[in-house]
């Protein structure tokens, strides 16, 4: 079957750890993006890429780092900067030849305390 | 002033209702406008896009642009329990080389009571 994964569904950490999110694609896609939901506030870019090794900052980079050294994979690391990293994330991505669809995995749950 | 407004509820409806969820956006620059639906705890999926001022039907579901007005809908008809999700309303812009970037309202909790 043809998506995106994010793992694992749910993660915990403490304070102070830096924590990375992966997110995998068999669809061909050029672009990726990272969101970040919160309760009531719709869906934040935090990173994008439209090609590999070259990606962008969204709207809230700061605190957050990606890489893309694979067209299929684009993890997202949440460091000890971020000052509320409790949140559900969402990884998607974009065919180079639509630009509008964006299809999104199924998130990550996770709780910093 | 946010670029796109949408009223986040909750919306709560009996079954068989007929349901209007509605955006407004500031930016006439946007080009696709489009509704996802997402469920409790899962990655939102597309619903529906349109292009043009107008109207866009798709089963139960029908998507309206005002581009004047700078409004869109998403309507609902005979709506089922299965319909109860958060809508999230989202639109594209051109950022560059290819690059379409999406915004999204806050989304609107819809519950379809049986």
């Known amino acids: 079957d043809g998506g995106i994964t994010q793992s694992p569904k749910y993660l915990f950490r403490k304070e102070g750890q830096n924590v990375t999110l992966s997110c995998e694609q068999n669809?061909?896609?050029?672009?990726m993006y990272w969101y970040r939901q919160d309760p009531g506030q719709g869906l934040r870019l935090i990173y994008y890429?439209?090609?590999?090794?070259?990606?962008q900052k969204g709207d809230i980079a700061e605190g957050y780092s990606v890489s893309r050294e694979k067209k299929e994979s684009f993890p997202l690391t949440v460091t000890s900067a971020q000052k509320n990293p409790t949140a559900f994330y969402l990884c998607?991505?974009?065919?180079?030849?639509?630009?509008?669809?964006?299809?999104f995995g199924p998130g990550t749950r996770l709780t910093v305390t | 002033q946010k670029e796109v407004e949408q009223d986040p509820g909750p919306l709560s409806v009996p079954e068989g209702a007929i349901v209007s969820l509605n955006c407004t956006y500031s930016?006439?620059?946007?080009?696709?406008f489009m509704w996802y639906r997402q469920y409790s705890r899962k990655g939102p999926e597309l619903l529906m896009y349109?292009?043009?001022?107008g109207n866009k039907e798709d089963g139960r579901f029908t998507a309206q642009v005002d581009k004047s007005s700078k409004y869109i809908s998403l309507f609902i008809r005979d709506s089922q329990p299965s319909d109860s999700a958060t809508y999230l309303c989202?639109?594209?812009?051109?950022?560059?080389?290819?690059?379409?970037?999406?915004?999204f309202g806050k989304g609107t909790k819809l519950s379809v009571i049986p």
């Open positions: 930016n006439s620059a946007f080009q696709y």
């Open positions: 349109t292009y043009s001022s």
């Open positions: 998607a991505s974009r065919s180079r030849g639509s630009s509008y669809e964006q299809y």
């Open positions: 669809l061909n896609h050029d672009a």
């Open positions: 890429s439209q090609i590999v090794n070259d990606f």
């Open positions: 989202a639109m594209t812009i051109p950022s560059g080389a290819g690059s379409y970037q999406l915004t």
